[in-house]
């Protein structure tokens, strides 16, 4: 079990192997739910998409073809509200 330190600001930082256990990057956001005996949980805030996020997140400048993979990715990332 990692063992975190707090800074003077009351701030601690997640580890990379553990922000990839929850499936998280940077600019994403987690949810910490506070327990009565003093414990805290961590895991990854649910994405929330809307059909907004979706429109015109295929949409290419450089005009070259993508791959269903590639289009799957980025469908992926608009609907998780990702730029």
Do not use: Y
């Amino acid at each position: 079990m990692p063992t975190l330190k707090i800074t003077a600001k009351g701030q601690v930082t997640l580890r990379k192997d553990l922000l990839k256990h929850l499936g998280v990057g940077p600019g994403q956001k987690i949810d910490v739910d506070k327990l009565p005996d003093g414990r805290i949980t961590v895991r990854a805030a649910a994405r929330k998409g809307t059909i907004l996020d979706f429109i015109g997140c295929l949409s290419q400048k450089r005009g070259s073809v993508l791959t269903i993979d590639e289009m799957n990715q980025i469908a992926e990332k608009g609907w998780a509200g990702e730029k």
